[in-house]
Nanobody, 124 residues
Framework: QLQASGGGLVQPGGSLTLSCAHS????????IGWFRQAPGREREVVSV????????YYTDSVKGRFTISRDNAKNTVYLRMNSLKPEDTATYYC???????????????????WGQGTQVTVSS
C-alpha cells in the first residue's frame, strides 16, 4: 500500500530524495515516518512528519542534513537527504500511523502500515 522509492548508490557528500507514495484517499489523515535498518542492527526512526505537515521530527544524526516534506494532493511524502555519509547506508522504509502525538511516532510500534523499503548505499 505504501511505495518507497528513490534509493540508490551515492558517493559520500552526495544527495538523494526518497519518495513514499500511497493511493489511499485518506492519506492526509496519517503521519508518515521514515525508518532505516542496516544489516545486524535494529530498525531506527529517521524522520517523522505529522498528517498536516506542520510538525516534524529528526533523529540527531540527520538533523541539518535531511528534510522531510509532504504533498497531500499527490499522496506523497519526501525525504531529501544531503551530505550523505557511509553510516547512512541502510534499507529505508516509510510507514503510516494514525497516531497524532509526535513523541509516540518515534516508535516502530506506532505504525500499522509499512512500505517495502528502498536501499541507500553511500560509498566511494
Amino acid at each position: 500500500q505504501l511505495q518507497a522509492s528513490g534509493g540508490g548508490l551515492v558517493q559520500p557528500g552526495g544527495s538523494l530524495t526518497l519518495s513514499c507514495a500511497h493511493s489511499a484517499p485518506n492519506f492526509g489523515d496519517y503521519a508518515i515516518g521514515w525508518f532505516r535498518q542496516a544489516p545486524g542492527r535494529e530498525r531506527e526512526v529517521v524522520s517523522v512528519i505529522s498528517s498536516s505537515g506542520e510538525n516534524t521530527y529528526y533523529t540527531d544524526s540527520v538533523k541539518g542534513r535531511f528534510t522531510i516534506s509532504r504533498d497531500n494532493a499527490k499522496n506523497t511524502v519526501y525525504l531529501r537527504m544531503n551530505s550523505l555519509k557511509p553510516e547512512d547506508t541502510a534499507t529505508y522504509y516509510c510507514a503510516a500511523s494514525g497516531t497524532v502525538i509526535l513523541s509516540n511516532l518515534r516508535n516502530v510500534a506506532a505504525y500499522a502500515y509499512w512500505g517495502q523499503g528502498t536501499q541507500v548505499t553511500v560509498s566511494s
